[in-house]
């Protein structure tokens, strides 16, 4: 079965690249003729992921993978981990220092939104070992 | 799809500054020529602009199809009024077209003030249903969307252009006037752009042409300059505010909205970042957006004579000398009628690798197989902006995976036989060491 690989490196610490890999992530989906909402949803995940991981991890990598049924987002660093997942998946929680928050960032709604617009997601961490988000969107025609 | 962006053959040099520059990678350089990509080209003048050797020009009518029409109305975009030197009263231009074969004028002034007017009004009666919304103004940006940004069509504001509405509403005066038949009479907007030329013809959101043709600003300001010195009489034919005539410059139709929820962006790479960040949701507080392809909005369209800033300062300096606004729209059913699309922009999938998600699917695998060959420079040997670009291009079938350089090189080892192919490229593709010029082994440590 034909599958597609894309692989980013996300710099940390790098606000205004930010953005980019879900940029060209999206300009690849658009090329595959995925639906456009689709589209949508994963720049979302993707920006929201991307942005986690300068704020909390300097930096790390995402890959995207796609299949004729789903797109699967993973996005892994080597950062600090989460130490509460629940808590984390609060809406509003967010432990984002104050400069970060000067900047518009930080707000709590990073790995909410990962999940209201993914279909599945599953987050590996722990605290000191990093953090493995898993998202899966099926594609449906 | 018709386009007025056009190659002139004899000048072009085959070099790659324009398929660089490209924002849709819509040129390709074949056989020492640019070739235009006609699907992809969204007819934002950035080769014309970018082009040292002026190989590239935007077509609009020649201004000998005035005598093709008993009655000839002009319609001037207010972009033209920051062309000339030391003026600060639009009625010297526009006593000026009468005198170069136009027997009427209708501002596109004029109607962009109706349309402000009808946008403040839909804000004060509220209830707008997609946000944000993003003005129909700019062909490019129009046309940008049917390719790139489907998910944002609806996004689109319904109404038409103002030159559009001029048009429709000066044939109607022309017609009224003197008792000509519609077809008899000649509707001819005066463009700052390529796009605009285009749009006259083709329009995005009309299913119909409301007008016959379009002449450059740059060639209007050619046969103004003599008879503007010359008038006897200057009539009072301006009937434009500053509402009307700020419509010239990047954030003048945001201003006339009376609503601060807005951003206007100029410059097509900031158009497509900021289209990229609305198609996310990523900027939830925008109410409206006015986008144009060119840097400062209008001004700086490749059919103008002046430089984009001056332009720009003249024409706030004209507008010093008019009212606020002097256009008001009765807003009834007739009139919406009037200046609402007939018809929505329709997405083309020029992107699309194979409307076949399987088989995009293994061109695009064939694709980062083909790239990850590839050096990575972007040098445009091959013709095509970026090896990306050209990966895609050999999958496609539209190139030859021998066209790049480094190709060459292999080949041209091959055929030196035991010998250095090195010493017959060029500096940029040569191994570091080996010869002068190149960098030396070392050079990386550096």
């Known amino acids: 079965m034909q599958q597609i690989k894309l692989s980013y490196r996300v710099d940390g610490g790098d606000f205004v690249r930010a953005g980019e890999a ?18 949508r949803r994963a720049a979302v995940c993707m920006y929201e992921g991307e942005i986690n991981m300068v704020i909390h991890a300097s930096g790390g990598q995402a890959e995207i993978i796609v299949d004729m049924d789903a797109l699967t987002i993973r996005l892994v660093d080597t950062g600090p981990g989460i130490a509460d997942v629940a808590r984390a998946m609060e809406e509003g929680f967010s432990t984002a220092s104050d400069a970060v928050r000067d900047m518009g960032f930080g707000a709590g709604m990073g790995l909410p939104n990962m999940k209201r617009y993914s279909d599945e997601m599953t987050i590996e961490s722990a605290a000191g070992e990093g953090t ?6 099926y594609i449906r025609p | 799809m018709k386009h007025s962006v056009v190659l002139q053959y004899d000048r072009c040099l085959g070099c790659t500054t324009c398929i660089k520059n490209c924002p849709t990678e819509a040129i390709r350089v074949r056989s020492g020529k640019a070739a235009i990509l006609n699907e992809r080209c969204i007819d934002c003048g950035r080769c014309i602009q970018v082009c040292p050797h002026g190989a590239i020009k935007s077509l609009s009518d020649p201004l000998e199809k005035l005598k093709d029409y008993k009655y000839c109305v002009a319609v001037p975009d207010p972009v033209l009024y920051g062309q000339f030197k030391h003026l600060d009263d639009v009625n010297v231009i526009l006593n000026g077209l009468l005198k170069i074969g136009f027997h009427s004028v209708y501002e596109v002034a004029k109607a962009a003030e109706l349309l402000s007017d009808y946008a403040r009004e839909r804000i004060r009666r509220g209830g707008q249903r997609v946000t944000p919304q993003i003005s129909s103004a700019c ?9 790139r940004f489907p998910k944002l069509i609806p996004n689109v504001n319904p109404v038409i252009a103002p030159a559009e509405l001029a048009a429709i509403l000066a044939r109607k005066e022309a017609a009224e ?21 285009t749009a ?15 002449f450059s600003i740059r060639d209007v300001y050619l046969k103004l300059l003599g008879p503007m010195k010359e008038l006897e ?26 609503d601060e929820r807005y951003v206007a962006v100029d410059g097509i790479e900031n158009v497509i970042r900021m289209l990229e960040e609305i198609e996310d949701g990523r900027q939830p507080e925008v109410g409206f957006i006015e986008l144009s392809a060119c840097v400062q909005g209008c001004v700086g369209g490749c059919l103008t004579v002046e430089n984009p800033y001056i332009a720009q300062m003249r024409v706030k300096k004209i507008m010093k000398h008019l009212p606020v606004s002097r256009n008001r729209f009765i807003f009834n059913m007739d009139t919406a009628d009037l200046l609402r699309t007939d018809r929505e922009l329709e997405y083309v999938p020029v992107f699309v690798l ?19 060959h590839l050096p990575g420079l972007d040098c445009g040997s091959c013709g095509a902006p970026s090896c990306h670009a050209f990966a895609e291009d050999v999958v496609l079938g539209r190139a030859n995976p021998e066209d790049c350089i480094f190709k060459v090189r292999e080949r041209m080892q091959y055929v030196a036989g035991g010998g250095d192919a090195d010493e017959y ?10 010869h002068p010029g190149s960098l030396p082994e070392d050079a990386s440590q550096r």
């Open chain 1, 22 to 39: 879900s940029g060209n992530m999206k300009l690849s989906l658009k090329k595959l003729g995925l639906p456009p909402e689709l589209i």
């Open chain 1, 132 to 137: 493995a988000v898993t998202m899966k969107l």
């Open chain 2, 139 to 147: 062909p490019t940006v129009l046309r940008l969307i049917r390719v």
């Open chain 2, 177 to 197: 006037a003197t008792g000509l038949k519609a077809e008899e009479i000649g509707v001819f907007s005066i463009v700052p752009c390529s796009a605009r030329a």
């Open chain 2, 200 to 214: 006259a013809l083709v329009p995005e959101l009309l299913s119909k042409p409301v007008l016959d043709g379009a």
């Open chain 2, 233 to 258: 009489e200057i009539k009072p034919l301006s009937s434009a505010g500053m509402m009307g005539v700020g419509w010239a410059y990047s954030g003048g139709e945001s201003a006339a909205r009376m």
């Open chain 2, 354 to 372: 194979d409307e076949d998600r399987a088989l995009a699917m293994e061109k695009m695998g064939r694709i980062k197989e083909m790239r990850s």
């Open chain 2, 425 to 434: 490229l060029p500096a940029p593709f040569r191994r570091p060491g080996a």
